[in-house]
């Protein structure tokens, strides 16, 4: 009997030809795709005008599957052989109308992909994210993650369904987080997992303590530049670096502004006294709050170049006029090899040498105005250091005090004496006697009386130098000769009369000489 229903229905499809007419009046209605394996498969065939139907079809790559009067037809833990395209059909004694074709997918259960961010090294205090995502297109997941064991509970999942992804953040790292870690997503509709993921290592590591090295690693000089090295191990990017003086409280004294990779360095470009002191280190994740500890400190000493600079005077800081001084700029150098030495010598504030051949300053002959307060400076790598002030005094000289009195004195004495003399010829009753008149040359054969000589008015024209003559009595020079009056002879006596060099301004010196003339036979 139902073969004959059957092929009536058929004959009458045949005849109607309605075999795939009117597709929107019935539908085929699936779960959202993809089917992963396990799950269940509901065709459901609905009728858009809810009329009740004799037969439902359903169809699986247009092989018929199953005839029913119900609308829904399950397949229950579907697998890869039901993957493939399938429509149903409602008929009616008179018709039969098909649906439209719908894929149906059925794909193995996925594994997710576990990955975690940043990829890096991880530090204690750092966040780091473990990410656990499903195959794209593959929506209505919640997930799961699982720490050292696969049968552990899960450390944490999230509470509904997450799409194709979702991550489990652990905000501030510890020791404890270290470990294997799996995940793996659940069906929210169902009770259907995934695979487990691959496992994934965490390997939190302690702070990192970073080391401070200085270069060069020798004694520091000032003006020297040091370069103060902090890094941290190798492999670990991603730092930023602060530097401190003295104490770790206290302000860094340089910081890099930016990510500077596994190290960076603090220069000191010229080196001070000041500079001395304990350094220490640390380094910062970048864009994060997170620091490493502290380096161990190093100390920094920075010698300094000079131990003294002094100014001496030779041969002392008091001369007389017209002596020879000599400045000597001398430094104590501390570092070896010697740098070159730059050399200033400064009177009252205004240098007189500059110069780096010499650290002499000499004064061949010293004058009042080389009186003055006289400092040093010696210069080398920008280090530049002073001596104490010199006082230097220039007096005046007693040699020329006491030469300039001895001239005059002894004019005045010369003037004195030959006055005296004069005083006493003149008192003995020599001829020649201040006042008379003088006989030139010209006129020593002409009968003129004796007469007085005035040598003071000749003694004023030193320039005139001429022989002059004075009658000279010879009698009286000669008491036991009788001479008479008519036998007295006039004798003349030669005098050159000459002006000595004057040894002051206001002082002359003069002097006689007397030559005695033959008398004329």
Same mark, same amino acid.
């Given at each position: 009997?139902?073969?004959?229903?059957?092929?009536?229905?058929?004959?009458?499809?045949?005849?109607?030809?309605?075999?795939?007419?009117?597709?929107?009046?019935?539908?085929?209605?699936?779960?959202?795709?993809?089917? %992963? $394996? /396990?799950?269940?498969? &509901? @065709?459901? #065939?609905?009728?858009?005008? +809810? !009329?009740?139907?004799?037969?439902?079809?359903f169809y699986k790559d247009n092989i018929?599957?199953?005839?029913?009067?119900?609308?829904?037809?399950?397949?229950?833990?579907?697998?890869?052989?039901?993957?493939?395209?399938?429509?149903?059909?409602?008929?009616?004694?008179?018709?039969?109308?098909?649906?439209?074709?719908?894929?149906?997918?059925?794909?193995?259960?996925?594994?997710?992909?576990?990955?975690?961010?940043?990829?890096?090294?991880? %530090? $204690? /205090?750092?966040?780091? &994210? @473990?990410? #656990?995502?499903?195959?794209? +297109? !593959?929506?209505?997941?919640?997930?799961?993650?699982?720490?050292?064991?696969?049968?552990?509970?899960?450390?944490?999942?999230?509470?509904?369904?997450?799409?194709?992804?979702?991550?489990?953040?652990?905000?501030?790292?510890?020791?404890?987080?270290?470990?294997?870690?799996?995940?793996?997503?659940?069906?929210?509709?169902?009770?259907l997992n995934s695979q487990y993921s691959?496992?994934?290592?965490?390997?939190?590591?302690?702070?990192?303590?970073?080391?401070?090295?200085?270069?060069?690693?020798?004694?520091?000089?000032?003006?020297? !530049?040091?370069?103060?090295?902090?890094?941290?191990?190798?492999?670990?990017?991603?730092?930023?670096?602060?530097?401190y003086k003295d104490s770790q409280s206290?302000?860094?004294?340089?910081?890099?502004?930016?990510?500077?990779?596994?190290?960076?360095?603090?220069?000191?470009?010229?080196?001070?006294?000041?500079?001395?002191?304990?350094?220490?280190?640390?380094?910062?994740?970048?864009?994060?709050?997170?620091?490493?500890?502290?380096?161990?400190?190093?100390?920094?000493?920075?010698?300094?170049?000079?131990?003294?600079?002094?100014?001496?005077?030779?041969?002392?800081?008091?001369?007389?006029?017209?002596?020879?001084?000599?400045?000597?700029?001398?430094?104590?150098?501390?570092?070896?090899?010697?740098?070159?030495?730059?050399?200033?010598?400064?009177?009252?504030?205004?240098?007189?040498?500059?110069?780096?051949?010499?650290?002499?300053?000499?004064?061949?002959?010293?004058?009042?105005?080389?009186?003055?307060?006289?400092?040093?400076?010696?210069?080398?790598?920008?280090?530049?250091?002073?001596?104490?002030?010199?006082?230097?005094?220039?007096?005046?000289?007693?040699?020329?005090?006491?030469?300039?009195?001895?001239?005059?004195?002894?004019?005045?004495?010369?003037?004195?004496?030959?006055?005296?003399?004069?005083?006493?010829?003149?008192?003995?009753?020599?001829?020649?006697?201040?006042?008379?008149?003088?006989?030139?040359?010209?006129?020593?054969?002409?009968?003129?009386?004796?007469?007085?000589?005035?040598?003071?008015?000749?003694?004023?024209?030193?320039?005139?130098?001429?022989?002059?003559?004075?009658?000279?009595?010879?009698?009286?020079?000669?008491?036991?000769?009788?001479?008479?009056?008519?036998?007295?002879?006039?004798?003349?006596?030669?005098?050159?009369?000459?002006?000595?060099?004057?040894?002051?301004?206001?002082?002359?010196?003069?002097?006689?000489?007397?030559?005695?003339?033959?008398?004329?036979?």
């Open positions: 009997m139902q073969a004959c229903e059957l092929a009536l229905l058929m004959w009458l499809t045949t005849l109607t030809g309605s075999g795939q007419s009117q597709d929107e009046q019935v539908t085929l209605q699936t779960e959202p795709q993809p089917l %992963f $394996e /396990g799950e269940t498969l &509901t @065709l459901r #065939c609905l009728i858009r005008d +809810g !009329s009740t139907v004799k037969w439902v079809y018929e599957l199953k005839y029913q009067s119900t609308t829904e037809l399950r397949e229950e833990r579907v697998s890869k052989k039901q993957d493939g395209i399938y429509k149903c059909s409602a008929r009616w004694w008179s018709k039969t109308i098909y649906s439209a074709e719908v894929r149906v997918s059925v794909t193995e259960l996925p594994q997710p992909a576990l990955t975690r961010e940043p990829s890096g090294e991880i %530090f $204690e /205090g750092d966040a780091v &994210t @473990l990410s #656990c995502v499903v195959e794209e +297109g !593959s929506g209505g997941w919640r997930y799961l993650w699982y720490k050292d064991s696969e049968s552990s509970p899960p450390v944490y999942q999230t509470d509904r369904s997450s799409g194709t992804g979702a991550g489990y953040t652990i905000s501030a790292a510890a020791l404890s987080h270290s470990g294997e870690y799996w995940c793996r997503a659940e069906r929210s509709r169902t009770s691959k496992a994934l290592r965490i390997q939190v590591h302690e702070l990192p303590q970073p080391a401070l090295t200085q270069e060069p690693s020798g004694e520091i000089f000032e003006g020297d !530049s040091v370069t103060l090295s902090c890094g941290v191990q190798e492999g670990s990017r991603g730092w930023r670096y602060l530097w206290s302000p860094p004294v340089y910081q890099t502004d930016s990510s500077s990779g596994t190290g960076a360095g603090y220069t000191i470009s010229a080196a001070a006294l000041s500079h001395s002191g304990e350094y220490w280190c640390k380094s910062g994740k970048e864009r994060t709050s997170l620091y490493s500890q502290y380096s161990h400190p190093i100390w920094v000493n920075v010698t300094a170049l000079f131990s003294r600079v002094t100014l001496t005077a030779s041969p002392g800081a008091t001369v007389k006029e017209g002596e020879a001084l000599n400045l000597t700029c001398e430094a104590v150098v501390n570092k070896t090899p010697r740098p070159q030495l730059h050399y200033t010598i400064v009177r009252d504030g205004e240098p007189v040498t500059n110069s780096t051949d010499s650290a002499l300053y000499s004064i061949a002959s010293t004058e009042k105005n080389h009186t003055g307060s006289y400092t040093c400076a010696v210069e080398s790598q920008g280090v530049k250091k002073s001596s104490q002030e010199l006082h230097i005094e220039v007096q005046t000289s007693w040699h020329r005090t006491v030469a300039v009195g001895f001239s005059v004195g002894f004019f005045v004495i010369l003037v004195t004496v030959f006055t005296l003399l004069l005083l006493y010829h003149k008192m003995k009753g020599l001829p020649c006697i201040p006042g008379g008149k003088w006989r030139n040359h010209s006129d020593q054969d002409q009968d003129h009386p004796a007469g007085r000589v005035e040598l003071s008015k000749r003694a004023q024209q030193p320039e005139s130098e001429e022989i002059v003559y004075c009658d000279v009595d010879t009698s009286k020079h000669n008491p036991k000769k009788k001479v008479k009056p008519a036998e007295t002879d006039t004798v003349y006596s030669a005098v050159n009369i000459t002006a000595a060099q004057p040894a002051a301004a206001n002082a002359e010196a003069m002097y006689a000489t007397v030559l005695p003339k033959k008398k004329k036979k």
